[in-house]
C-alpha cells in the first residue's frame, strides 16, 4: 500500500506531462541537471577547503597536547577581615 505501482507511476506521468508541456520538460531537465551539477562542485569545493584546515588545526592540537608549557603556582592571603565594614550583633 506504500508503493507506487506502475499505475500510479503512469498517472503521475501524464498528469507532470499535462502541467508542464512536452516542450518545457526537456528544458526543466536540463535546467534541473546543471543545477545539480552546480551544487555537487560548490559541494566537492567546500569539502577540499576544510580539509587542509581540519589537517592543519589536529597537528597544531596534537603538537601542544605533547608538550604543555609548565605553570607556577602562586601562593595568594586572604585579605584580613576588617572591623570597620561590619557590625556585629551582640547578644542580650
Same mark, same amino acid.
Given at each position: 500500500? &506504500?508503493?507506487?505501482?506502475?499505475?500510479?507511476? /503512469?498517472? !503521475?506521468?501524464?498528469?507532470?506531462? %499535462?502541467?508542464?508541456?512536452?516542450? *518545457? !520538460?526537456?528544458?526543466?531537465?536540463?535546467? %534541473?541537471?546543471?543545477?545539480?551539477?552546480?551544487?555537487?562542485? #560548490?559541494? =566537492?569545493?567546500? @569539502?577540499? #577547503?576544510? *580539509?587542509? #584546515?581540519?589537517?592543519? %588545526?589536529?597537528? @597544531?592540537?596534537?603538537?601542544?597536547?605533547?608538550?604543555?608549557?609548565?605553570? @607556577?603556582? @602562586? =601562593?595568594?592571603? /586572604?585579605?584580613?577581615?576588617? #572591623?570597620? &565594614?561590619?557590625?556585629?550583633?551582640?547578644? /542580650?
Amino acid at each position: 500500500m &506504500g508503493s507506487l505501482s506502475p499505475w500510479h507511476w /503512469a498517472i !503521475l506521468a501524464v498528469v507532470v506531462i %499535462l502541467l508542464f508541456g512536452a516542450k *518545457k !520538460l526537456p528544458d526543466a531537465a536540463r535546467s %534541473l541537471g546543471k543545477s545539480m551539477r552546480i551544487f555537487k562542485s #560548490e559541494i =566537492r569545493e567546500m @569539502q577540499s #577547503e576544510n *580539509k587542509p #584546515e581540519a589537517s592543519a %588545526l589536529g597537528t @597544531q592540537s596534537d603538537a601542544s597536547a605533547a608538550n604543555p608549557t609548565p605553570v @607556577q603556582s @602562586q =601562593r595568594v592571603d /586572604a585579605p584580613a577581615p576588617s #572591623e570597620q &565594614g561590619h557590625s556585629e550583633a551582640r547578644p /542580650a
